[in-house]
Each structure stands twice: as structure tokens, then as C-alpha cells.
């Protein structure tokens, strides 16, 4: 079992930068397709980045394109999530998910892809 903890969340005015970092431990998330989803206060949780396995696919959410950059660092076990030029409508506790890579069920990017989540950390943008 993996357990996934994610860091990096805060406080910024809008048009700053964070960056969100999902440390994992108990195994190797190497082979694992990568996430992040979000959930703001009284709405569902939703999609925002995914990364393959090998990092040749990427996928982003329409609302963070060219402002939200997924990666991940197999050495450290570890998958990032750089958020520039952010608004107040990116506030939300920001979820990290890992699943190895499976062809039946939803899409990789449904929620429900995802097998193993971290606990969220928060982040908050002020206009």
C-alpha cells in the first residue's frame, strides 16, 4: 500500500506562484499514472493534471492550461504540481492520486481511476 502526502499549499495573492509537492511512501509510484484534483469549498472534486507512467502523456484540465505544470521525479519518489499566474477561482484542497496503469473502469481522468489518495493540503488565493 502506498501512502501519498501532499505539501506545499498556502496563502498567495492572485497572480502568484506555488508549488505542490506529493511525497510517496510504502512503494515505488514509477509505474503509476499520476493525478491531481481539487475540490472547493461546496463543489465536487475535480480533475486538474495527470501524468502517465513514463511521462510521455500529459493531460491537463482546460481551467490551468498554460499556468499549471504537472511533473515528477522518480528518484524521489515524488509527483509536483507548479501553479503560476494563479486566480482566486484555484482555491481548493488540492488531492494527489496514484494508480498503476489500468486499461478497464473510467478514464485516468475520472477520480475514480485512482486507488490511492493523499489527504489534501489547502490552497488559498486572494484577490
Known amino acids: 500500500q502506498v501512502q501519498l502526502v501532499e505539501s506545499g499549499g498556502g496563502l498567495v495573492q492572485a497572480g502568484g506562484s506555488l508549488r505542490l509537492t506529493c511525497s510517496a511512501s510504502?512503494?515505488?509510484?514509477?509505474?503509476?499514472?499520476l493525478a491531481w484534483f481539487r475540490q472547493a469549498p461546496g463543489k465536487e472534486r475535480e480533475f486538474v493534471a495527470a501524468?502517465?507512467?513514463?511521462?510521455?502523456?500529459?493531460s491537463n484540465a482546460d481551467s490551468v492550461k498554460d499556468r499549471f505544470t504537472i511533473s515528477k521525479d522518480n528518484a524521489k519518489n515524488t509527483v509536483y504540481l507548479q501553479m503560476n499566474s494563479l486566480k482566486p477561482e484555484d482555491t481548493a484542497v488540492y488531492y494527489c492520486?496514484?494508480?498503476?496503469?489500468?486499461?478497464?473502469?473510467?478514464?485516468?481522468?475520472?477520480?475514480?481511476?485512482?486507488?490511492?489518495w493523499g489527504q489534501g493540503t489547502q490552497v488559498t488565493v486572494s484577490s
Open positions: 492520486a496514484a494508480s498503476p496503469p489500468h486499461s478497464t473502469g473510467p478514464s485516468w481522468l475520472h477520480e475514480n481511476y485512482y486507488a490511492n
Open positions: 510504502g512503494r515505488t509510484i514509477s509505474t503509476d499514472n
Open positions: 501524468i502517465s507512467w513514463g511521462g510521455g502523456m500529459i
